[in-house]
């Protein structure tokens, strides 16, 4: 199931994590017991992954749409390492092996086929590709602009801006507002710049986000409107389940009203007359 599988992908990217710690790398070097414990739990995800990446290609209604999906070909790259690395282990390729258990951590990615929301996410970037284009061009710009400016600001300050590119990296983490402080402004004039650029970011890189997030909201919405179907009936219906009881109209047509009460008026007439 989609649960288990999910699983298995937090229990291989736990492990992979773990590894990576110099504790628990000197003790995987030392004891054989341990290194032989993460090996196994390793292979049981791996066996357990492939298993299900040909069950899904064996009953696959066409062959050609399975291979056009992103995902299943990320799963294939999330395995494939774990394969080459068995042969490979006592060779000399240690910049080959790190380079393949870099592609380890593409494990994680599975977990974004079982959740509906992380995919949800992954359509509406796709669908925004143009507000992502327009928010590189607005944030690249902004880079070299400012930068260049504060350059020629602060070059005889001694601040650490000696060139274009590490003032364009001031820009770059200034503009992202996380702000480093391993190089800042330290003139007058360089302070006033260094503020409207907090300021502009703010104000440019919301200006995209802002149609991404709508779009966000209204796939948010259309996904629900499934699930919100079949709960009652329309207000339309509803309303013409009130029009009528036992099959007969609550009110009486245009029609009926006028005979009615030329029926009233003629009554009248006759009682006057007599």
Not at 119 to 134: A, D, M, N
Not at 188 to 211: C, E, N, R
Not at 242 to 248: D, T
Request: proline letters at 4%.
């Amino acid at each position: 199931s989609s649960g288990i599988n999910a699983e298995y992908g937090v229990i291989s990217m736990t492990l992979f994590i773990a590894e990576t710690d110099p504790n628990v790398e000197q003790i995987i070097d030392e004891d054989d017991q341990v290194r032989q414990i993460f090996f196994y739990m390793d292979s049981v995800c791996i066996i357990f992954f492939t298993i299900d990446l040909l069950l899904r290609l064996i009953v696959a209604p066409s062959k050609n749409k399975f291979f056009k999906r992103t995902l299943n070909w990320l799963d294939f790259a999330a395995i494939l390492p774990f394969y080459i690395e068995i042969p490979l282990k006592n060779s000399s390729g240690i910049t080959a092996l790190r380079v393949l258990r870099l592609f380890r951590v593409l494990r994680i990615l599975k977990v974004i086929r079982h959740s509906k929301q992380l995919i949800l996410i992954l359509q509406v970037l796709k669908q925004s590709c143009r507000e992502l284009l327009l928010l590189v061009v607005m944030w690249a710009m902004g880079v070299v602009t400012f930068g260049s400016i504060m350059y020629y600001i602060e070059e005889d300050q001694e601040s650490g801006f000696s060139s274009i590119l590490k003032a364009c990296w001031w820009a770059v983490v200034t503009m992202s507002t996380v702000g480093y402080g391993d190089i800042y402004p330290t003139s007058v004039p360089g302070k006033l710049v260094g503020s409207v650029v907090v300021f502009l970011s703010m104000v440019f890189m919301a200006l995209p986000m802002t149609i991404i997030v709508s779009k966000f909201s209204r796939a948010y919405e259309e996904m629900k409107e499934p699930s919100a179907m079949g709960a009652g009936l329309p207000d339309a219906d509803m309303h013409a389940s009130q029009i009528s009881i036992n099959g007969k109209p609550d009110v009486e047509t245009g029609g009926n009203k006028a005979a009615a009460a030329d029926c009233k008026r003629n009554s009248n007439n006759n009682n006057t007359a007599l």
